[in-house]
Every structure is written in structure tokens, then in C-alpha cells.
């Protein structure tokens, strides 16, 4: 069975893809960046927008039937590297126990200039 869960983003209809799908047991969230109602939070807060972004894929699993303690594995996307330890600690302040498989990249640019890091999930609900 297989469960699509959408945000409500316009979007998504637009580009074809869903905030999180759910198949048995495993829960895939999208890329998820600090966009609330259409604006970007926390501009030039690496933290902030972390934060915001990790909120927004709680929700998302929590609509799954899932929690943060399911997830096992992240992938953060950030645009300078340099800043790591702002998504680092933002992401350490979720997952510090529950302690996923994590990845951190830097990529050249994201969807909107003002977006500093996008967060993909996933997790196995026991």
C-alpha cells in the first residue's frame, strides 16, 4: 500500500511529488527546506532554517504514522560548508539520541537563493 502525504504546497501538484510517502513500514521524506506559507524563514540563519526544516518533516512523519525516532537516515544539502556547524547543531538538537545515518553535502544552489539547507528523511517504522 502505498500512502502519499502532501503539504498542501502548490507545487507539488505543479512538479509532481509529495511531502512524504509511506510504503509498508518505510517513510521517504522530500527535500525540506524552511518554507512556511510560500516564504523562507530564517533568512541567512543556517541554524534557524535547519530547525524550520526538521519541524516541517516531524509534521510530515507524524502524518505517516511515524516519528522522529524512526527516522535512520538524513541527507542535509547546504549551500556553504562552511557553515556546518549551525545545520550540525540544529540537526544534533532532533537526532542527538536517536542518532541517524546522516550526510552532509554542499551543493551549488538550491531552489530559492534565500534557502540555505534542504533536509531528506527516512524512516522504518517498527
Known amino acids: 500500500m502505498r500512502r502519499l502525504i ?3 504546497a502548490p507545487w507539488e501538484v505543479q ?7 509511506r510504503v509498508g513500514n518505510v517513510v521517504q521524506v522530500a527535500g525540506t527546506t524552511a518554507t512556511v506559507n ?6 541567512n540563519d ?4 535547519t530547525r524550520v526544516a526538521l519541524e ?19 541527507r542535509m544539502f547546504v549551500t556553504d560548508i562552511a557553515r556546518w556547524q549551525e545545520v550540525g547543531r540544529a540537526h544534533g538538537e532532533v537526532f542527538g ?10 551543493v551549488a544552489a538550491l ?14 517504522v517498527s
Open 38 to 43: 510560500g516564504a523562507v524563514v530564517g533568512v
Open 56 to 74: 516541517i518533516i516531524r509534521d510530515a512523519l507524524e502524518d505517516a504514522g511515524a516519528r522522529l525516532e524512526d527516522v535512520v537516515r538524513t
Open 97 to 106: 539520541d536517536i542518532r541517524p545515518a546522516a550526510t552532509m553535502v554542499q
Open 46 to 49: 543556517a541554524y534557524e532554517q
Open 6 to 8: 502532501g503539504s498542501g
Open 15 to 21: 512538479v509532481g511529488y509529495s511531502r512524504a510517502v
Open 111 to 124: 531552489i530559492d537563493p534565500a534557502h540555505l539547507v534542504e533536509i531528506e528523511a527516512e524512516a522504518i
